[in-house]
């Protein structure tokens, strides 16, 4: 599918989607608490519905009835297949989780996260006993558990997903464990993992920021678990109305631990026309000049940095290349590739993408099957010189299938 985009002022108000790492990993605690878990939520992504659908494979009753969905947890598979989707968080979550059962379980996927390498996984979960074996590290994984309760060391630098997975899983085996972390990146990602643990009852102990020692079993307590907004997906109407128009966003919560609230801290720092209350962020049009951002803990943010770097004053920095590598696309060499066919000229140096500001073009560029790019092309469109289309904009179905939904209005388009 694609979509042909006009200059536009984008004025109006939002409810931002529900965090998707946040659904997914309340959707895993209800599946492992006793009892009934209700989660609120504002919609649904193909990434929370894998969740959903490996959650079900993995023995929970599910009734959804928007804005609540019930989770009955029950730890007891009823197949041999768990199938994440294109979601690499699902994966790497739900791997140590299923690594408890002690049968034999397999863990696909599709579209891009069968070209994602997927080591980290086998490597984890090999120091607890778990048998893995993989095809030369990409899907599919198989594993005979169950998960024993070990100390071990990890490396952090490239994902905190299956960490994260552990730190779920961990506490209801039948041992003790220390998770030690080298090199830890997403630290805002554990946080979340942490946060969610307490509001169903788990306890683990942090001895420091990277030293986990978590008491086996534990029981995990059902609970009322309202699933807050999403800052990366929120980030781009952020962008758009700093580009061009003013826009409400309601639903976020300015001390989220989410790693995409960094860009308050950006947008603190910039001049621009911003105001922040509990649950509203207000943004209009500004004047940006030129900055540098470090996204190294928070790559989500990359793509709609980049975009609004294109309307700056200067040349401006982002650091953090190396972290987009193994996402739904090699996003740096894509944001780089497709802004080029706007006029738009990126350089790649180290571990940063220099943004050389200009006028965006009409032009032809294609998502990558990216949602994130997708998004980032639609948001600079919005002050380019003429219509831009975007090819494979189904992408969006990923996080935020209501984005070109919301952007028509917003900005007075047809989709």
């Known amino acids: 599918m694609e979509i042909t985009l006009h200059p536009s002022n984008i004025s109006g108000f939002v409810e931002a989607p529900s965090s998707k790492s946040y659904f997914q990993r309340a959707i895993a605690a209800g599946l492992l608490a006793k009892g009934t878990t209700r989660i609120e939520y504002k919609n649904h992504c193909n990434d929370s519905q894998a969740a959903l659908r490996v959650a079900k494979n993995l023995g929970a009753h599910i009734t959804d009835n928007p804005p609540y969905l019930d989770i009955i947890g029950g730890f007891m598979p009823s197949g041999d297949l768990l199938d994440c989707g294109e979601s690499g968080l699902c994966l790497r979550m739900f791997s140590p989780i299923a690594a408890l059962h002690s049968g034999l379980l397999k863990l696909h996927g599709s579209g891009s996260l069968l070209?994602?390498?997927?080591?980290?996984?086998?490597?984890?979960?090999?120091?607890?006993?778990?048998?893995?074996?993989?095809?030369?590290?990409?899907?599919?994984?198989?594993?005979?558990?169950?998960?024993?309760?070990?100390?071990?060391?990890?490396?952090?630098?490239?994902?905190?997903?299956?960490?994260?997975?552990?730190?779920?899983a961990l506490p209801v085996s039948g041992f003790d464990s220390l998770l030690e972390i080298e090199n830890l990146k997403s630290k805002r990602y554990v946080d979340m993992t942490l946060e969610v643990l307490t509001a169903f009852g788990i306890e683990i102990d942090r001895q420091k920021e990277n030293i986990f020692n978590i008491r086996g079993n534990q029981t995990y307590q059902n609970c009322h678990f309202e699933v807050e907004g999403d800052w990366s997906a929120s980030a781009f109407w952020i962008v758009a109305a700093l580009i061009s128009g003013v826009m409400s966003i309601a639903g976020l919560n300015p001390y989220s631990l989410q790693a995409d609230a960094a860009i308050i801290n950006l947008m603190t720092k910039l001049p621009v026309k911003f105001e922040i209350s509990t649950r509203k962020v207000i943004v209009k049009k500004s004047t940006i000049p030129a900055f540098t951002f470090d996204a190294s803990n928070c790559p989500d943010l990359f793509p709609p940095i980049v975009a609004l770097a294109i309307y700056a004053d200067g040349i401006s920095t982002i650091k953090g290349v190396d972290?987009?590598?193994?996402?739904?696309?090699?996003?740096?060499?894509?944001?780089?590739?497709?802004?080029?066919?706007?006029?738009?000229?990126?350089?790649?140096?180290?571990?940063?993408?220099?943004?050389?500001?200009?006028?965006?073009?009409?032009?032809?560029?294609?998502?990558?099957?990216?949602?994130?790019?997708?998004?980032?092309?639609?948001v600079a469109a919005m002050g380019a010189e003429g219509p831009v289309t975007i090819e494979g904009i189904e992408s969006v179905d990923k996080s935020y299938p209501e984005f070109f939904e919301e952007l028509a209005k917003l900005t007075n388009q047809s989709v």
């Open 323 to 378: 972290r987009l590598i193994y996402k739904e696309s090699n996003r740096g060499l894509c944001l780089q590739q497709e802004f080029s066919k706007l006029g738009i000229r990126m350089n790649i140096e180290g571990n940063s993408m220099v943004v050389h500001p200009g006028k965006v073009r009409s032009g032809i560029v294609s998502s990558c099957n990216d949602h994130r790019i997708a998004m980032a092309l639609a």
């Open 115 to 168: 070209q994602r390498p997927q080591q980290l996984i086998t490597q984890a979960l090999e120091q607890f006993g778990v048998l893995v074996s993989s095809q030369n590290g990409f899907l599919p994984i198989e594993i005979i558990g169950p998960l024993k309760g070990h100390r071990a060391l990890l490396n952090g630098s490239v994902s905190s997903q299956v960490i994260s997975g552990l730190l779920m």
